[in-house]
């Protein structure tokens, strides 16, 4: 059975910091990523990372400020948000990708999701 569970969301100052995780049990991924979620808008793509190369790439919005790492040993990805703005207020959640492919960016080419986490910034 596939998880993805994210943690490391909370309330922080604008400008501050968070960290979020999200550990993935059941097999390993093509690609990870993180999307985001803001009240009344539809999800984001924020970053993603090919899991066996690295390789990564970011929204044009936290270019810059947010970080997507992974640790192979842990079966983890996360993200590192740096400079943190009142718009990037939002639910955040983890996504896995089972297959290669270009959509990288795009929410319904992402076949396993975890439950999200609250990241709210305050200005």
């Known amino acids: 059975q596939v998880q993805l569970v994210e943690s490391g969301g909370g309330l922080v100052q604008a400008g501050g910091s968070l960290r979020l995780s999200c550990a993935a049990s059941g097999r390993t991924f093509y690609r990870m990523g993180w999307f985001r979620q803001a009240p009344g808008k539809e999800r984001e793509f924020v970053a993603t990372v090919r899991w066996n190369e690295g390789v990564t790439y970011y929204a044009d919005s936290v270019k810059g400020r947010f970080t997507i790492s992974r640790d192979n040993t842990k079966n983890t990805v996360y993200l590192q948000m740096n400079s943190l703005k009142a718009e990037d207020t939002a639910v955040y959640y983890c996504?896995?990708?089972?297959?290669?492919?270009?959509?990288?960016?795009?929410?319904?080419?992402?076949?396993?999701w975890g439950q999200g986490t609250q990241v709210t910034v305050s200005s």
């Open positions: 996504a896995a990708k089972l297959a290669l492919g270009s959509s990288w960016s795009e929410a319904g080419k992402y076949d396993y």
